[in-house]
């Protein structure tokens, strides 16, 4: 392995070759940011790009070996724009964006979603919420519920086209949220 700082104030890595020649590994730009597998990491504070063989088919591998038992990630993402907003994590494939094993595979949590999904959404299993009575108070009975169900208006239609949103094509069938909201408002935090 070598070491060369060509102009530009980056620091580059080669295996092999030497004064700044060989197979570029990796690049560390002035500004702090990294390239590994490219020479131009862009924005990104670590841009990684690979090739990786059929038999080691991953290109980044994080493992978290600690004992502590507490709140162990191997890889974490924590990103907070003014307003509240960023991503904490982006993963897009070619055929899965996250595959994910585990007691629990993915945990979420958010103040308004712990998770979001553009796009159909299909699972093996049994999705559920804690209904247990162990888990609420305040418990009342609702009056007039019948009549409140009764008044709700079924409906089929399309979605329109609408920028950043993967709304299925296919004729849909089901309720306006506007209209949910006049009778119970309760079933709809979020809209």
Known sequence: MNYDVPSGNAHVFYAGGKNGTGTELMRIKGD???GIGTSSP???KLFVQGNPTISSHHLIVALNTSATP????????HSVQPGG??????FQGGNLGVYALG???????????????AGNLHYTGTLSGPSDRRFKEDIEILT???SKVNN????SYHFKETEGMNFPKEKQMGFIADELE???RIWLPMR
């Open 182 to 184: 006049k009778y119970c």
């Open 85 to 90: 907003y960023g991503n904490g994590g982006r």
């Open 42 to 44: 862009g924005g990104n």
């Open 32 to 34: 702090g940011h990294v």
């Open 103 to 117: 007691d629990i595979a993915i945990l979420g949590d958010g103040s308004t979603y712990a998770g979001y999904f």
């Open 152 to 155: 709700l208006k079924i409906y």
């Open 144 to 146: 007039g519920a019948l």
């Open 70 to 77: 507490s709140d162990l990630f191997a890889i974490w993402g």
